[in-house]
């Protein structure tokens, strides 16, 4: 065998051997991999006594409980103005004025109206006096045969003719009168009052401006009648409006003051629908206590109303229902019976339960094994031989 040949056939020996020791050195890396998964560490949680609360959410605006508009029945120029935001004030309580000068006018034609009306009943009564007393001279001097029967004919005539004009002339006063109490009554609207007790929460008018009173009357004022009980008007959509019941609990926030809740109480439901582009919400109104006057009108509100509460009552978190150990696939909800993952000589094993109210956090714990203090599975983990956290968080889904 040449030289050739028998270097040839030791570079593929050799070749083979490289390649079995590549392969044992994978099946070792792979053995050893194998060996070093990352162990699995549980997340738990303790089964104790709290408070559950099924809620509605909603958003609103906060209102005085009644507010006032202060208009203007009869048109003009404003002259003065004695109210400006804020201003406290008293039922009669001038506001502003609208210039007096033509409905002062009307009320001075009207009365001289009046007064020739009332002059010319007196008139015409002394000539019903004289119709009477005419009347009865002739009667008595047709007896007599001085005069004709016809004399008093034209006499009684003349009589009956003053007796309707008095008549006339009294409706005419009558009518002369209401004019010019009516004329006095638009006059009396050009001082703008306040109508009620309470706080100017708005001004739309200033001095020289022309208000115009035509179809519709304009807003002057708006007086809040008392800002330390307001209200709040929560947009409560369709679908969970059937939930919700005169006299249930209720807390807001605004951002006027994060972190902090208004504690309030629904006081009415609307029946009226309200539809904004097809999406139908129903007004319901929470009333709030707002002594220290902290609330302001107009303020966005985010309401949470409590349509469902058990105090003090076993519960556990709603993580530890979903949870469900390896990947395996969380059981059905179900209203009579579920189950929890609590673990027992280091490995998961499964409890039944039986739980009653539910707030999307915690649920109401009526029966099973479980009691206060133990500790359920929540989620998992998987970490690495230092303890380091690694590959995968698990929670119920």
């Known amino acids: 065998m040449s030289l050739r040949n028998l270097w040839s056939r030791r570079r593929r020996a050799l070749s083979a051997g490289a390649g079995l020791l590549v392969l044992a050195l994978l099946a070792a890396g792979a053995w050893w991999s194998g060996r070093r998964q990352p162990a699995v560490q549980y997340l738990t949680a ?64 009207n009365a001289a109206q009046l007064a020739v009306a009332r002059a010319q009943l ?52 009558r009518e002369r009168e209401a004019s010019l109490e009516a004329a006095k009554v638009n006059l009396g609207y050009t001082d703008i009052v306040s109508p009620v007790d309470g706080t100017v929460v708005s001004r739309n008018v200033t001095i020289g401006q022309t208000v115009a009173a035509s179809f519709q009357t304009p807003t ?20 969970d409006i059937g939930s919700v019941h005169q006299g249930d609990p209720a807390r807001f926030s605004v951002e006027a003051y ?34 220290a006057l902290l609330l302001k009108p107009g303020m966005t509100a985010t309401v949470a109303i409590v349509t469902a509460q058990r105090q003090g009552v076993l519960r556990i978190p709603d993580q530890a229902l979903r949870f469900a150990p390896g990947g395996l696939a969380a ?55 230092s303890g380091a956290r690694a590959s995968r968080l698990r929670f119920g889904l």
Do not use: H
Request: aromatic residues 4%; proline residues 3%.
């Open 220 to 239: 002057l004022f708006l007086i809040a009648t008392d800002l330390t009980r307001m209200q709040v008007d929560a947009n409560v959509s369709e679908s």
């Open 258 to 291: 994060p972190g902090r809740s208004f504690e309030a109480r629904v006081v009415q439901v609307r029946q009226a629908p309200q539809s904004v582009q097809n999406v139908i919400t129903y007004d319901v109104v929470i009333a709030v206590d707002n002594t």
């Open 46 to 109: 303790v089964v104790g006594r709290g408070d559950v609360a099924r809620t509605v959410n909603a958003t609103g605006s906060v209102n005085p409980v009644m507010t006032v508009i202060v208009g203007s029945y009869v048109s003009g120029v404003v002259q003065s103005q004695s109210c400006d935001f804020n201003t406290r004030v008293r039922k009669g309580q001038l506001c502003a004025r609208i210039d007096p000068r033509p409905y002062q006018t009307v009320v001075d034609e």
């Open 122 to 173: 007196l008139k015409d009564q002394a000539n019903l006096d004289y119709a009477r007393i005419n009347l009865r001279r002739q009667s008595g001097l047709v007896g007599q045969g001085v005069v004709s029967q016809d004399v008093v004919d034209v006499a009684r005539n003349a009589l009956l003719q003053a007796q309707a004009q008095v008549r006339l002339d009294q409706a005419t006063v």
């Open 331 to 385: 059981p059905a909800r179900a209203a009579a019976g579920r189950q929890v993952w609590v673990l027992r000589d280091g490995r998961p094993q499964a409890v039944a339960v039986r739980t009653g109210l539910d707030d999307d956090n915690y649920s109401e714990l009526l029966g099973g094994a479980l009691q206060a203090g133990q500790r359920v599975i929540v989620g998992e983990q998987r970490g690495d031989a």
